[in-house]
């Protein structure tokens, strides 16, 4: 089993920065590809941002244009994504997600979600 801890969500003025962190316990996720999605009210789950296990490869959702960067340190079993530029919009409740070993389109575990507000 695998646990994720979001933080680093909260309240910022538009054209702010954040950074959010997902601290991860039982298993290591060394080996896991890793993403973040959101969800805004009243809308569908949408990927943000996704890292392999090596940190060597990152892909963003068609939204991010360059805003976000994803990140990892495996010593420390924890994902990062430091958001600049924040915009309204951006507002949701991110997750940070685990993908099964080998298969990184296939997100297994899913952590309880942190609250980013971006205010204009």
């Known amino acids: 089993q695998v646990q994720l801890v979001e933080s680093g969500g909260g309240l910022v003025q538009a054209g702010g920065s954040l950074r959010l962190s997902c601290a991860a316990s039982g298993r290591t996720v060394s080996s896991r590809h890793m993403g973040w999605f959101r969800q805004a009210p009243g809308k569908e789950r949408e990927f943000a941002a996704s890292i392999s296990w090596s940190g060597g490869s990152t892909f963003y959702g068609d939204f991010v244009k360059g805003r976000f960067t994803i990140s990892r340190d495996n010593a420390k079993n924890t994902v990062y994504l430091q958001m600049n530029s924040l915009k309204p919009e951006d507002t949701a409740v991110y997750y940070c997600?685990?993908?099964?070993?080998?298969?990184?389109?296939?997100?297994?575990?899913w952590g309880q979600g942190t609250q980013v507000t971006v205010s204009s």
């Open positions: 997600a685990a993908a099964r070993p080998g298969v990184p389109s296939t997100y297994e575990y």
